[in-house]
C-alpha cells in the first residue's frame, strides 16, 4: 500500500492554486488508476455535500475514511456520511465502496 501526500487542497500549505487545478489533479489521478478516499465529514458538511456527492456520481470517490483523532473533539462520524450516501447513492454504491476498503485490506 503506498499513501501519497498530494496536497489536492486549493490554496493550502503548497498545494494546488484553484479549486480547478485541484479538480484537474483529481481527473489525472483517476484517469492513472489511482483510487481516491474521501474523509467522512466532506459529506456531512452542508458547505461540500453537493460536492462531494457530485464526485461520488462521476466516480472520482472510491473509498470512505475519516481524519477521526478520538471520539470526541474530532470522532470518525462514518455512519452519518454513510447514511447520506445510502440515501442519495443508493446501498449498492455503499456496498461498492465498503468492499473496495475490504479488498484493499485483505478481509
Same mark, same amino acid.
Given at each position: 500500500?503506498? +499513501? ?14 484553484s479549486p480547478g487545478?485541484?479538480? +484537474? ?5 483517476? *484517469? ?40 470526541? *473533539? ?5 455512519? *452519518? ?13 455503499? +456496498? *461498492? ?6 479488498a484493499l485490506l485483505?478481509?
Open positions: 500500500m503506498i +499513501d501519497f501526500h498530494s496536497h489536492i487542497l486549493p490554496a493550502v500549505d503548497d498545494g494546488s492554486r487545478m485541484s479538480l +484537474d489533479m483529481i481527473r489525472s489521478l483517476s *484517469e492513472q488508476g489511482v483510487l481516491m478516499q474521501s474523509n467522512a465529514g466532506f459529506f456531512l458538511s452542508l458547505r461540500t455535500r453537493r460536492k462531494a456527492l457530485k464526485l461520488l456520481r462521476d466516480g472520482r470517490i472510491h473509498l470512505l475514511g475519516s481524519d477521526a483523532h478520538n471520539m470526541n *473533539e474530532r470522532a470518525p462520524h462514518m455512519a *452519518e456520511a454513510a447514511r447520506i450516501i445510502r440515501r442519495r447513492g443508493g446501498q449498492s454504491v455503499l +456496498d *461498492e465502496i465498503d468492499a473496495r476498503g475490504r485483505g478481509c
